[in-house]
């Protein structure tokens, strides 16, 4: 990223020239080399060799490089130069994957990526930039928060800082991906969770607060890195994908911004008869779902979400003949699949997100329905399973509705976006059963009063079979579809060929001109 001079010598250059090129110099890395060793040293990357893995090849376009802290009044001229470049922040456009893109990244090096005056004003420039060029965004958001050291301009409270409004009112306008390595707190934690997509390393620790906060409100001494482990962050959900380290993160956040950036070359496809025995034929055996996901997808696309968070639902990108799509499906291992408050504000905050930005949706149906009983209405269930219910009634994307096997009740609806007869196509695998609830459950309801009246368990436990195998029958996906409830039962390895038809033949998703922000969690 240092600028060339186009093979002139230094002999022929204007004063001025020369010290242009002296000062560019003086911003990048090989001017501080005690720091980039430091940085090193700690396992890390410098902020412009992470910006130079991520982009296309010279297609850096800075903005703000020679920003300096805004601490004139108590360091030297010289030293703040030397010190701190680009106050911090490297800001600029570029291409990711031959896109046009933004890129932000706080440089650790740079009084621990803190967020100092002037690189509050650039990022407002950049967010505006953003706006009007509508560019998908990248944001490395390691750091310690704001910046008390800044002498150069009065401040109170220094709360009119538009960079957070401004950040957050891209939401649903453009794509924004955080990469957060490190220690990420206060401010900088900010950045990240008010982006639509986080990717952190395992040594990530990311909090609304860092140590000196933590002891300041009274909370005790905080190591930084117990402040928010990944430990804690991916199994609660704040962490979208969990990677080793800065070049892990910089692949997989180069993908995360393809799926957003249409079709491309369609990919190998697997074999699809293995379709049909991934799913065992007992409607009890738990099975492993991403198989099937992968087996769907062109090989090597499909990117899980939030894998340690409400592990019963799954949310993953992918692609099929090369367009980008979203996927949900149930999880049979996790609470036999059924729908809990996590799961619903995972599937229904993925559907946002897929809607947003045009990523028309399959849904996996493996479901026994919503999770009952006190322990989920001690979660809130009636309103946050709902979620899923309003997500999918406001998509205008095309959704895609496959039942694997069980689909049940209002959860199985939630998952076909409220009702059989919303997604463009709704289609079932060859073992499949539908009903309103979960068939034992229902014939135990159904016939309470005369199994009250059998008197020998044994007895009552036969009746209670015999009706649950009659209701099993009549359950069966060739029912439902002579019912027309659903569109067709198909052989499994048909799945992604009717899949891309219809995504062929579909419409984009319906835009009215208003925006719509895609909610954080």
């Known amino acids: 990223m240092t600028e060339q001079n186009a093979g002139e010598p230094d002999d022929t250059l204007r004063d001025d020239h020369r010290y242009l090129l002296h000062r560019r110099a003086l911003t990048e890395d090989d001017a501080r080399p005690d720091a980039v060793e430091r940085r090193h040293s700690a396992g890390g990357r410098t902020a412009r060799e992470n910006v130079a893995d991520l982009v296309d090849l010279e297609s850096f376009v800075e903005y703000g490089r020679f920003a300096i802290a805004a601490q004139r009044q108590r360091r030297d001229l010289d030293d703040l130069i030397a010190r701190t470049p680009a106050d911090g922040l490297i800001a600029g456009t570029a291409r990711i994957n031959g896109g046009a893109c933004a890129v932000l990244s706080y440089d650790y090096t ?166 049909r025995t991934l799913v065992p034929e007992r409607a009890r055996r738990a099975y492993d779902v991403r198989p099937i996901v992968e087996t769907l997808a062109d090989t090597g696309t499909v990117t899980f979400l ?80 709902s979620r899923l219910l309003v997500a999918g009634a406001a998509l205008t994307v095309p959704l895609i509705a496959v039942v694997l096997r069980r689909g049940y009740g209002l959860g199985a609806q939630a998952m076909a976006g409220g009702s059989l007869h919303e997604p463009l196509l709704t289609v079932a695998w060859p073992g499949a059963h539908l009903g309103p609830m979960g068939l034992e459950g229902a014939v135990r309801l159904g016939m309470r009063k005369e199994l009250e009246a059998i008197a020998d368990d044994a007895e009552r436990e036969e009746v209670v079979r015999q009706a649950t195998a009659a209701a099993q029958e009549n359950a069966k996906a060739i029912n439902a579809a002579a019912m027309f409830e659903i569109d067709d039962v198909i052989d499994p390895a048909d799945t992604r060929n009717l899949i891309a038809n219809t995504l062929a033949a579909a419409p984009p998703g319906r835009r009215d001109g208003r925006r719509r922000y895609v909610d954080t969690w």
């Not at 009007?132 to 990248?138: A, E, G, I, K």
């Not at 040594?203 to 909370?219: H, N, V």
Request: aromatic share 6%; hydrophobic share 45%; net charge negative.
């Open 306 to 385: 939030r894998e340690r968070f409400a592990r019963e639902m799954v949310t993953a990108f992918a692609r099929i003949e090369g367009r980008p799509v979203g996927v949900i499906a149930n999880d049979t291992r996790v609470m036999a699949g059924a729908i809990t408050a996590d799961a619903a504000d995972k599937a229904a905050r993925f559907l946002q997100l897929c809607e947003a930005f045009g990523l028309p949706v399959i849904s996996l149906i493996d479901c026994p329905g919503y999770m009952v009983g006190p322990a989920a209405e001690a979660d809130a269930l009636v309103r946050r399973g």
């Open 110 to 275: 740079v009084l621990a990526g803190t967020q100092g005056v002037l690189g509050h004003r650039k990022k407002d420039r950049l967010f505006e930039v953003i706006e009007r060029m509508q560019l998908p965004t990248v944001f490395f958001a390691e750091g310690g928060g704001g910046r008390p050291g800044d002498t150069d301009y009065p401040v109170v409270s220094s709360l009119d800082v538009r960079a957070f409004a401004l950040w957050a009112g891209l939401s649903g306008l453009v794509p924004r991906i955080a990469i957060v390595k490190g220690r990420c707190f206060a401010g900088n934690a900010v950045i990240a969770g008010c982006s639509d997509l986080i990717v952190a390393t395992e040594d990530a620790s990311i909090g609304m607060g860092g140590p000196a906060m933590i002891a300041g409100g009274g909370l005790g001494d905080v190591r930084p890195d117990d402040v928010g482990p990944i430990s804690t962050q991916a199994p609660n959900g704040v962490v979208d994908v969990v990677v080793a380290d800065e070049a892990a993160a910089v692949a997989v956040t180069k993908t995360l911004i393809g799926y957003f950036q249409g079709t491309t070359s369609p990919g190998a496809v697997a074999d699809q008869t293995s379709l």
